[in-house]
């Protein structure tokens, strides 16, 4: 190579090496969301495994990455994470000291988490319980770390933002609907107007999905609503059949499934009580007939052996008109609106039953749908 080009040639080199350390060390980092991968994973002070653990994070909880060290991420503290400055240093809300510890609880042996200097404005509550100290947000330059092992991406930086107020809108949603399934709850049955509650709980059940434990919140109050709607409907209807005794007439109004047979008058006693509970499933499932829930009730049921026995007890409240005994212990009261089960006592069958209230009576209490 002619020495001439030598020097042209170490200064293309020197250039190209510049650029390309200029161009990757003015690359800034990029906050973003990330999303907690494993339950426990511990959130530190430092970037380093003997470092102080501020807390530990669930899976699928979110985080704002604003840095990096190793194999650390470093984060933004958690919005229900507070800070506290001794109050000695503060006057007229002015740092009055310099390098003034802020510290994680509000003793002078907690952890610091950062400092603050002289001249600088700061705001936030006396704490009731110890006014020596301030609560107050920590500052903007205050960062935790986290293993970068146990973190995926969820978004960029305004991702975490838009799921908190997703976040407190779906538990809004919620609260709301437990206040007012409690509200409603309280009411005699025939004040009784569950479809706000329904309506809110069916909300965060279809449309918050991605906050898991707000679903399953919501299916449990449904559920709880629903039982209490059961209850009192059926109280409801057995005290108004209390005073219609004798007016077969109304009762035979409500005509069992099956036309097929001629309802005994056991079979058309449960009859109202039938028909509360399927008012209160109706509720809840407003497309779907008397037969719909027949079907739904039989192909969910819970297949039990034994013999059928009559059950001529005399007494208020009674779960059943007939005992279901298995190695000659009773198991089950038992009553139909569809079987006559009549026809069955002192034989050993297979019933098809759907659960309802024992009304804290010995043994659990069925439903029969069909017998095999």
């Known amino acids: 190579m002619s020495r001439r080009f030598l020097p042209l040639l170490l200064f293309l080199i020197v250039n190209i090496n510049i650029s390309g350390y200029t161009e990757e060390s003015s690359k800034e980092f990029r906050p973003f969301t990330g999303k907690i991968s494993a339950n426990k994973v511990r959130i530190r002070l430092e970037p380093n495994l003997e470092s102080f653990v501020i807390r530990t994070g669930n899976k699928n909880d979110l985080i704002l990455i604003v840095g ?102 779906a538990s809004d949603i919620l609260n709301d609907a437990f206040f007012l399934a409690e509200k409603e709850c309280k009411k005699p049955f025939n004040e009784m107007d569950p479809n706000a509650a329904i309506a809110k709980f069916e909300k965060i059940i279809q449309k918050y999905f991605d906050f898991p434990d707000y679903v399953k919140q919501a299916k449990e109050g449904l559920a709880l609503l629903q039982d209490t709607y059961l209850q009192k409907k059926i109280v409801y209807l057995e005290k108004a059949s209390d005073k219609k005794v004798g007016e077969k007439e109304k009762m035979a109004a409500l005509a069992p499934v099956n036309k097929e047979i001629s309802p005994t008058d056991k079979m058309c006693f449960w009859q109202p009580v039938e028909e509360a509970i399927y008012q209160a499933w109706n509720t809840f499932n407003p497309e779907k007939s008397k037969n719909d829930f027949y079907q739904e009730q039989e192909v969910q049921s819970l297949a039990l052996e034994g013999i059928v026995e009559n059950y001529n007890v005399d007494v208020k409240g009674k ?25 069955y006592q002192g034989k050993k069958v297979t019933l098809l039953l759907s659960p309802r209230p024992n ?14």
């Open 319 to 343: 779960p059943g008109d007939y005992i279901l005994r298995k190695n000659n212990v009773p198991i089950a009261y038992l009553y139909s609106t569809k079987i006559d089960l009549e026809k």
């Open 359 to 372: 009304n804290n009576f010995a043994f659990p209490a069925y439903y029969v749908n069909a017998i095999k």
């Open 68 to 169: 990096e060290q190793e194999n650390f991420w470093a984060i933004k503290p958690p919005q229900d994470v507070k800070a506290y400055i001794y109050r000695t240093y503060i006057l007229d809300g002015v740092i009055e000291a310099n390098r003034v510890n802020i510290r994680l609880s509000p003793n002078n042996e907690a952890p610091i988490i950062g400092k603050l200097s002289q001249g600088e404005k700061i705001q936030g509550s006396i704490l009731e319980e110890n006014p020596k100290w301030l609560e107050i947000e920590p500052p903007n330059n205050v960062s935790f770390y986290i293993s970068k092992d146990y973190v995926t991406f969820a978004g960029d930086d305004k991702y975490i933002i838009k799921m908190e107020k997703r976040n407190k809108k």
